[in-house]
């Protein structure tokens, strides 16, 4: 059929012929009976000059002195033209000298064959991308779940230290003193933590720090002050940070760790050897029989009772002369201490900050990521009670604001401005 033709229907005969003939024999007995007899304008070779009648396709098959086939016309005229062809070439009786039986087997439309097969392949097309997007879509709430599940615990090295399975990719690592420390670094949602286990370093801790940052995380008391003193001489430490003075990190909750590391993580820290947050102190009788075996036999090795009293570095005399005295303690008014013993309950572990006027009036509530930029907005204010660290950032940022009175858990190496008091709950007297 000309390339120009469409053809929409399949006219489908079968025949048999009571002789021996040949394809062309059929397809000329076609031809030539049905010529004239629906008019000019219905002759085969008529329609298809004009490409309404494509190229008829003929099977033969002989038996003995018997010839049966079949015969398919494809046809791009309307169905009524179609269906008188089809009769025409029922009447044909002859094939040459031989008697013959046309008969239809059917018209086919071949759109709706063509319609069929495309819906088939639509329906394919959509089967295929719902079943992609879906894995697509699990896969997303899998990587979803798989981070909000804490970190797995393995171990490392020879003395298969505790560890997070993040120490191996990560460019941070956290030191603690034991296993039951990295535990809680990973319910807190850091899996970077290894455990030194013991005040001797493993040197397999040395080779997993190299050309990685290192935080130590380290108890709050005085073998955690021991046990730095030993990793600084054998590991390039970036950053120091201690648990609540006479607290283990262990007994550190999630929320205590987030703020306590999250400073460490949020920008790139300097190479310096910080000292710790906290001056060391005495533990009690109770704290020590908490200590663990190895942490009491280091301090009866390496204790000797003089070393503890022994000078202080510069930058932890530094730090220390921050610290209020109970002289300084003895300046502040009742009627502040009474005001910020009444709103530590309320902010306590929330991670919200409070301003309050020289009344003692709350002019402002808001969480920590933005005591900064919306202090400005507290006219008036006087005092600022922070259930966080007291930063430099803050200090400054209080100062503009008019601030003359911090308090939070902790602070930095301040460079704090004169006019202003700062404290820690814990120099008013309130603990966790």
Known sequence: MPTTGIVKY????????????????IIGAIFGQTEGLLGPEMNLNELQKVSKVGRIEVNVETRGNMARG?????????????????????????????????????????????????????????????????????????????????????????????????????????????RA???????????????????RIDESVTKLTE??????????????????????????????????????VEECTPLEISEILKDAFSSEVPSIQQPPLYPPHQPSHHQQQQHHYERRNYRREREPQDDYRAPHTRQQEALQSAQPSKEALGEDSAEILSAIRDVFPQINETLEAVVLDGSMNTLLKVPVSEVIKRLNSAEGGKLLVIDGIVTQRLVDAADKAGIEYIVGHRMTDLKKPADIRIRTFDDIGISN
């Open 211 to 248: 050309g990685k940052r290192v935080v130590a995380f380290l108890d709050g008391d005085r073998a955690g002050d021991l046990i730095l003193k030993e990793l600084h001489g054998v590991v390039k430490i970036d950053k120091v940070l201690r648990a609540p003075p006479g607290k283990e």
């Open 10 to 25: 399949h006219v489908k005969l079968k025949f048999e012929v009571d002789g021996l003939v040949e394809k062309a024999d």
């Open 181 to 199: 420390d990295v535990v809680n670094l990973l319910r807190a949602g850091f899996d970077n933590a290894i455990a030194i286990e013991g005040a």
């Open 70 to 178: 079949d015969a398919l016309i494809p046809m791009s005229t309307d169905i009524s033209t179609a269906a008188l062809i089809a009769a025409a070439i029922e009447s044909i009786d002859k094939v040459g000298p031989f008697p013959a039986k046309f008969g239809l087997v059917g018209i086919d439309d071949i759109r709706a064959i063509k319609k069929k097969v495309i819906v088939d392949r639509a329906k394919k097309i959509v089967q295929d991308w719902a079943t992609r997007t879906i894995s697509e879509g699990d896969e997303m709430l899998k990587d979803v779940y798989d981070a909000s599940k804490p970190g797995k615990l393995t171990s490392f090295g020879k003395a298969q230290l505790a560890c997070g399975t993040g120490v191996f990719d990560s460019t941070w690592i956290i030191l603690v003193e034991g």
